[in-house]
């Protein structure tokens, strides 16, 4: 009789103990696989932490076998993790009750299946690089082409602008592929990271809002909340707070003491060649409409000072520019969601913003039209 009772209860905590550790419950998932030839015996998982700063939060560290085998179940929330063996990042978007499997011959030939989501991320990713290479990166090598001939500057200034305006274009694809193939997966997180605001708000709101009702009380829920009131915040309409950084003497120079009708705020850098090559027309537009009420506000994301100061005079950027030298790890990055230079906000006298991102011609059109505006009021 005690013989019968301890065995019931063995089957009992047995029983427990399997459904605590299976994937299949609700409130949790599982990693496992098996990749040959691995040169290390653990793995590292992390999960997303600031996915704009690209900052992750260690997890766990998984054994990994002799034979390339691993397994782990974790009581996590969904979220974006990332499963590191030595060199290599396998970029994770993972639901509760999904048993991811990894596997492959080698660490660069690994294939995941069990997660959707993941599925989706990967899918994403492939198409974000098809569209930059199209749209972006042939530019790019054009120019190369370009620079090997007698080539007239004009030509390189040409293909400069049509670069950022293809890269318009490469985001807004990115926003039209979430809308037509994602819907609110976990991976959708991942692609926060290149939203923008404008013309693209209204459906983001839309989709953040689904979001959360699908997925409350996550705390990625509440980040991509985040975002969405940074991006009303950085959109036509909204308004530039104070900015307040050092200039190349460390002298603290504010954005709200350039006093002035309109105001460029422009994001550059020295690395960034469409940067450069935009401050030949900034100091057309600065000449041309100085003297009228125009100013611009000049940030660099640089990181070394004297490629900064290079650049400052080689450019002839003579108006107030200033740079913390921490790149894109700089507040002002943060606070105004700046991940991809050039990038600027042209604002009125009292910090509300007129247009973003607006480069070259259109630049110019813009400012003609506002000065006649305000000319013949």
């Not at 998932?29 to 040169?39: A, R, V």
């Not at 015996?41 to 076998?65: E, G, M, Y």
């Not at 600065?286 to 100013?295: L, M, S, V």
Request: aromatic content about 10%; some cysteine.
């Amino acid at each position: 009789m005690n013989y019968r009772k301890h065995y019931i209860l063995y089957i009992s905590i047995t029983f427990l103990l399997f459904n605590s550790c299976s994937p299949k419950k609700q409130n949790s998932f599982s990693i496992s696989g098996k990749i040959k030839g691995l040169e290390t015996n653990f793995a590292i998982l992390s999960k997303a932490d600031n996915i704009q700063k690209k900052t992750t939060t260690f997890v766990d560290s998984l054994k990994v076998n002799s034979l390339g085998e691993f397994n782990s179940v974790y009581i996590l929330e969904p979220n974006i993790y990332y499963l590191t063996f030595g060199n290599k990042t396998i970029p994770l978007a993972i639901d509760l009750g999904q048993h991811l499997v990894i596997s492959g011959n080698s660490i660069e030939d690994v294939k995941v299946s069990g997660s959707k989501d993941t599925q989706l991320l990967n899918n994403y990713e492939k198409f974000r690089i098809e569209s930059l290479d199209r749209l972006v990166k042939s530019v790019r090598r054009s120019v190369t082409t370009l620079k090997k001939t007698n080539y007239d500057q004009s030509e390189i200034a040409d293909l400069r602008e049509l670069e950022v305006e293809n890269y318009k274009k490469h985001i807004n694809e990115l926003t039209s592929y979430v809308k037509d193939s994602m819907g609110s997966s976990i991976a959708v997180y991942f692609t926060s990271t290149r939203w923008s605001g404008n013309k693209n708000l209204p459906y983001l709101k839309e989709l953040v809002q689904s979001f959360k009702q699908n997925y409350e009380g996550l705390e990625i829920s509440e980040k991509l909340n985040k975002k969405i009131e940074l991006l009303e915040k950085t959109s036509v309409g909204g308004f530039i707070s104070n900015i307040e950084m050092p200039n190349a003497e460390n002298k603290l120079i504010s954005l709200n003491k350039i006093k002035a009708n309109y105001i460029l705020v422009d994001f550059w850098a020295s690395w960034c060649p469409p940067c450069r090559t935009e401050s030949v027309l900034l100091n057309e537009v600065y000449e041309d409409f100085g003297a009228k009420g125009f100013k611009i506000y000049g940030i660099s994301f640089d990181t070394k000072k004297d490629r900064w100061l290079k650049a400052l005079e080689k450019d002839k950027r003579i108006w107030p520019e200033v740079s913390t030298l921490k790149g894109f790890n700089s507040q002002v990055s943060t606070t105004y969601g700046i991940n991809a230079l050039p990038s600027n906000f042209l604002i009125d006298s009292t910090g509300k913003i007129l247009e973003v991102n607006i480069h070259g011609e259109k630049l110019k059109e813009k400012l003609k039209s506002l000065f006649e505006s305000s000319s013949s009021i």
